[in-house]
């Protein structure tokens, strides 16, 4: 009982403690299962495989903490990934498709040493089966070709910044391949936010390219492209995995490799194949080029120092957005990838490259985030109504 009413009848009341204070003036957070970080089927899946011990583990404060400080990291390195590649790619005499083909090939070593030290030799040969990488290749080619698009961007020059933006097209694209061949249905307030989304990164896009001036609009616009070309090839990949990996039952681990071993095999086909179309001879990597005043060429010329953090930050950066995207729900994957476009922003594009703040791009960005919230939160909505009536139904 509070303080205040124990003035109007001290006898009835026993006096409460320290601490008992302190927590009536404390605000009261909300339980825990209320926060919602993980996916409610990850949850249910552990369960069914009778790891209760595991689900309340993870479902307590502790594993709260955990939860937050993996978000935390996986927004770090997702904002790295992007702002390494932003200041040490564009304008390198590199060859672009080594860094996918770097990229794959470490990741398939990682993933089969994590396999062969979990499961042993049962785990190593489930991450080196034929069949399952075969099961999975058209799947791991689309997400080699959307990362071989999104380092020639940058390559170009698209600024991180942009190549963020633009890549949120891939909601409103995923939203209409969605309904075209899974037959998904999206409430009004969805379709609302899909097309603002759509409209304010069509805006950021024309208020960039007015920036950039005439002589290089050409090359901004190929850019673009392959922008669009990398989400065009993300968003079939996502509906490839729908319909070809829901099989699948293996660990996050194995799948990442036979996933890799494929985009691994595509990354080494794109490196002829960007080098012979390619209008830029740094493409082609048996082409010579400049190299600190003498000529060289190589899959890995011109790498250095900084070459190796962009390795690094986007292996890692892969690592972790596959656990992002199995474990956690979907409104803490968009608050965590829209964070990241902030940082982004502010970090890479005003404090790094010292660019003036621009309040139409500026404002145009955060709508474009606001955008991709409301969608999620609108789809959450749609869920827990459709929950609540099935439960009523059930209960009547």
Known sequence: VPPEL????????????????????????????????????????????????????????????????????????????????????????????SITFAQFGASIVVGVVLSAAVEGVDGLKAALSWKEILRCFPVATCFSLSQTFTIMAYSIGVSGMENTVVGNVYMPLSALLSRWIFRRSYSFLEWIALTVLMLSASAFVLLQNSASGSQTESIFNT??????????????????SEKIMKAGNSHFYIQKVNLDVGSFFTSIIMLWVCGATSKRDQDAFWKQ?????????????????????????????NWLAGFVAKRLSTVIRSSAQQLSLLIVYFVGDLLLNQKPFDWPVGTTALVIALSVQVFVFAGQAVKEQAARTGSSAVNG
Do not use: H
């Open 6 to 97: 124990q003035v109007c009848a001290p006898a009835e009341f026993s006096s409460l403690s320290r601490r008992q204070r302190l927590d009536s003036l404390l605000p009261r957070l909300p339980p825990v299962e209320r926060l919602e970080l993980l996916n409610r089927q990850f949850l249910e899946e552990e369960r069914s495989a009778g790891n209760f011990q595991f689900v309340a583990w993870i479902s307590s404060k502790k594993g709260l903490l955990i939860q937050l400080a993996c978000v935390v990291v996986f927004v770090f390195f997702d904002s790295a990934r992007t702002i390494a590649n932003d200041q040490y790619i564009s304008g390198r005499p590199i060859v672009s498709q």
């Open 223 to 240: 850019g673009i492209s392959y922008v669009l070309l990398s989400v065009v090839m993300s968003c079939l990949a996502s509906m490839l």
């Open 289 to 317: 080029r400049p190299v600190d005043g003498r000529m060289e060429s190589g899959i890995f010329v011109a790498w250095n120092w900084q070459m190796i953090i962009v390795l690094v930050v986007t292996l890692l950066q």
